[in-house]
């Protein structure tokens, strides 16, 4: 079982030396997650509501960004989230954006994205609860498609839910125990959310590396699937733990 403070630790050793290009690649995976934005629906409806004639043009917006989330940012937040498990394991971070958008790896990146994030909103238009735990289902869904974006859309999301099983709960208490960081972000001006980012997504990464672990050492998965070739990729939290120690 991981250990929530111990993936912590292990997420700041990883940032040493490397946090303001993690900063980076945080700020694009929050942009193109929307991760961290306010929600300003009321306000927009409102002004919709007084300004009919700009009705189309916000249309014509949110159709551009839903096509950018499509075409670009499913391929930026897989590029991303392979960024922070590369640099979890100290190996080269370059190419990861490069790796998510190249042809043989694009389209099963896309297609994957795209389904896992229609289930969620047809989860979250049934009931908001059973949205927000199927969301945590389907977490490790960018993370597998950065090791092997050509599993499949059913093999990704059914591995996500295997890994995840018995753990959302405990994943959902991780999150929280960043509150603190972030509420101290909102109070330095809201942009000390934007230096926070790194260290959560690095914390995320090892979880990622965590339940890899756990699931090809109780057949969950194999090497196989994942297109690990050797055991050093893919047992990186265990080697992680005796670094972490023998550095402290």
């Known amino acids: 079982m991981w250990d929530r403070a111990e993936l912590k630790s292990l997420a700041k050793s990883s940032l040493k030396n490397n946090y303001w290009n993690a900063f980076l690649v945080s700020l694009v995976l929050m942009l193109v997650t929307g991760r961290g934005g306010s929600s300003r629906g009321e306000d927009t409806g409102e002004y919709l509501g007084s300004h009919p004639e700009y009705f189309i043009y916000f249309a014509v917006l949110f159709i551009l960004l839903i096509a950018f989330r499509i075409f670009a940012g499913y391929s930026l937040e897989v590029g991303s989230r392979k960024y922070f498990v590369q640099l979890s394991q100290y190996k080269n971070t370059k190419g990861c954006y490069g790796f998510s958008f190249d042809s043989m790896n694009y389209m099963g990146i896309v297609s994957t994205m795209f389904v896992m994030n229609v289930y969620n909103i047809l989860w979250t238009l049934l009931f908001v609860i059973p949205g927000i735990v199927k969301a945590y289902s389907y977490r490790m869904v960018p993370y597998i498609l950065g090791d092997n974006p050509n599993i499949g859309t059913n093999e990704a999301i059914t591995l996500s839910r295997k890994m995840m099983d018995g753990n959302k709960f405990e994943a959902f208490v991780l999150d929280l125990s960043f509150l603190g960081w972030y509420l101290l972000g909102l109070l330095a001006l809201v942009v000390g959310i934007l230096f926070v980012n ?49 550095e402290n």
């Open 198 to 246: 790194p260290y959560y997504d690095a914390t995320c990464a090892q979880l990622y590396l965590a339940l890899r672990k756990i699931s090809l050492d109780n057949g969950t998965c194999t090497s196989r699937d994942l297109n690990l070739n050797d055991f050093n990729q893919y047992d990186g939290y265990s080697d992680f733990n005796r670094y972490y120690h023998d």
